[in-house]
């Protein structure tokens, strides 16, 4: 099918719109971190009885050769725990906006890491694309007007630094997906990069003592239904479609329509929480959306 690497690069970024709301107010209820951590098990249970139902394998792929167990795994270490830890203590120190302005680095990051370890290049259009939908993102994450209940954040150094190894994070567990994931079951894949990360999470509630925690959350019904919607949504439909987009795109490409992320979820918080989107972040919007749209062009 056409353009199937930009449709599913394009679908991560709406699942993970509808995920991220999800985690967030979960999060509220009971923690970022303890929603971090359960999100990932209800993500690996899910992909589990997938591979049964499907017949693809019984439960985890052992199938799946030494070579990529180790790049998938060494993604999923990157990207799932020590990635998504620095990204989600980030939000607290310097707030969701300057973190998401710090995080569009993830592209450049990729980009550079791409040319050096896989060896890939950037067409001038890809090159275009990048920068409209970079500007357009940064342009509207950078508005000065912000919501009343977060005035509080300042911006730190080690925040700022935080947001930034959590781009990093990002963009390496993304090129090091890419190594192997070339004619790989982008599920099996996806359930490889959890299965790495979940044993460094539970060693790390195990050390700081952190398990009442989730005994808590389990017990709160409410945030466990926001968390199953997001956990779906995000980690094994909108993860795995990640990685079937960089079966066919450079690992920078899909990067960058994830960057997207702050435009995409606009709609959806307008619907949800009633906000008002300034004339800024329409205008952002639309410069992004044509970042995009060159993106698709086949040069």
């Known amino acids: 099918m056409a353009y199937i690497g930009e449709i599913a690069a394009l679908s991560t970024v709406v699942l993970w719109a509808i995920g991220t709301l999800s985690f967030e107010a979960a999060g509220r209820r009971i923690g970022s971190t303890t929603v971090n951590f359960i999100r990932l098990v209800m993500a690996w249970g899910m992909l589990a009885i997938w591979g049964v139902v499907s017949s693809r394998y019984a439960g985890v792929p052992f199938g799946a050769s030494g070579e990529e167990w180790l790049w998938l795994g060494a993604s999923g270490l990157v990207g799932f725990f020590l990635g998504d830890l620095c990204l989600f203590r980030s939000f607290i120190l310097i707030g969701p906006r300057l973190c998401t302005l710090v995080f569009t680095l993830a592209p450049v990051m990729t980009a ?6 896989l060896g890939e290049g950037l067409t001038p259009l890809n090159s275009l694309g990048m920068a409209l939908t970079l500007g357009g993102v940064g342009w509207v994450v950078a508005e ?11 911006p730190s150094a080690w925040g700022v630094s935080l947001a930034a190894m959590g781009a990093l994070g990002q963009a390496l567990g993304m090129v090091l997906s890419k190594k192997v994931i070339e004619g790989m079951d982008p599920i099996s894949a996806t359930q490889i990069r959890i299965t790495a990360a979940l044993p460094a999470f539970a060693i790390m509630f195990l050390l700081l003592r952190w398990y009442p925690r989730v005994a808590r959350g389990l017990k709160d019904r409410r945030a466990m239904a926001q968390m199953t919607l997001g956990a779906f949504v995000g980690p094994v439909l909108g993860v795995s479609l990640l990685m079937l987009s960089m079966q066919y795109l450079t690992a920078a490409v899909s990067q960058t329509f994830v960057a997207a992320l702050p435009i995409v979820i606009i709609p959806f918080v307008m619907v949800i929480h009633k906000e008002r989107v300034s004339l800024r972040a329409a205008l952002g919007a639309v410069i992004a959306v044509a970042g995009v749209a060159i993106l698709f062009i086949k040069s």
């Not at 000065?144 to 300042?154: E, F, G, L, Q, T």
């Open 144 to 154: 000065r007007k912000v919501h009343a209940s977060v005035k509080h954040w300042r």
């Open 112 to 117: 550079l890491l791409g040319w050096m370890i």
